[in-house]
């Protein structure tokens, strides 16, 4: 089974800090995302990625960065976390055109 | 544009029985895809079933079925012989011929199946 793994489940960070959350997938998928989920808002797209070193700003991107080294590995980067992005963070990835999603099982991080 | 909305943030619905969880959605794209994705509240997204807009018969899995009404932009999830289990958060999504890989994703409906 293709498998999804954000590195954290719980992570509480301090407001001002730079924040990683990493994401890796082993079915050498082409397509990576990074989506937070808010009570109410659903899923928001923050930025995506096609191929190695490349990168896609989504919906809500303000205040986040990524990288993308690797086919397998992308990570979502807070500069300087801020209050309000406490949320729950969800990485998928997908093979190509026509495929669906595979999840992560969420980061849900908490910024004081 | 791609839009698509959940109208129910919370349904409930006795166990054994059926229950519809609504969708509609909004795009210019001829083609499309369908989605439906149940998250426990472990937090993982699990992926339920797939419909494709040209697709002319309604998507099955198991006990999940979906009520395809491309005329009226729905797509509904039915969930038949409900189980403890079900109770999650449900989202549909799509993801447009001109929207790449990217897929859109409705607010959600929290399943509450009572014992």
């Known amino acids: 089974d293709v498998k999804v793994t954000q590195s954290s489940r719980y992570l509480v960070k301090r407001t001002g800090e730079k924040v990683f959350l990493e994401c890796v997938q082993d079915m050498d998928h082409e397509n990576m995302f990074w989506y937070r989920q808010d009570p109410g808002l659903g899923l928001r797209l923050i930025y995506f990625?096609?191929?190695?070193?490349?990168?896609e700003k989504g919906d809500i991107p303000e205040g986040y960065s990524v990288s993308r080294e690797k086919k397998e590995r992308f990570s979502l980067i807070l500069e300087s976390a801020s209050t309000n992005q406490t949320s729950m963070y969800l990485c998928?990835?997908?093979f190509g055109d026509g495929y669906g999603y595979t999840f992560g099982s969420g980061t849900r991080l908490t910024v004081v | 544009a791609q839009k698509i909305t959940q109208t129910q943030p919370g349904m409930f619905v006795q166990e054994k029985e059926a229950v519809t969880l609504d969708c509609t959605y909004d795009t210019s794209d001829q083609s499309y895809g369908l989605f439906w994705y149940k998250q426990p509240s472990s937090g993982e997204m699990i992926f339920l079933i797939y419909?494709?807009?040209?697709?002319?018969q309604n998507a099955t899995e198991g006990r999940y079925s979906l009520n395809f009404q491309k005329a009226r932009k729905s797509a509904n999830l039915v969930i038949s012989a409900s189980q403890l289990g079900d109770s999650a958060m449900y989202f549909c999504a799509m993801r447009g011929a001109n929207t790449g890989n990217q897929f859109y994703f409705g607010t959600g409906t929290s399943l509450t199946v009572i014992p």
């Open positions: 419909q494709g807009s040209y697709d002319e």
């Open positions: 990625s096609y191929d190695v070193k490349m990168k």
């Open positions: 998928a990835s997908s």
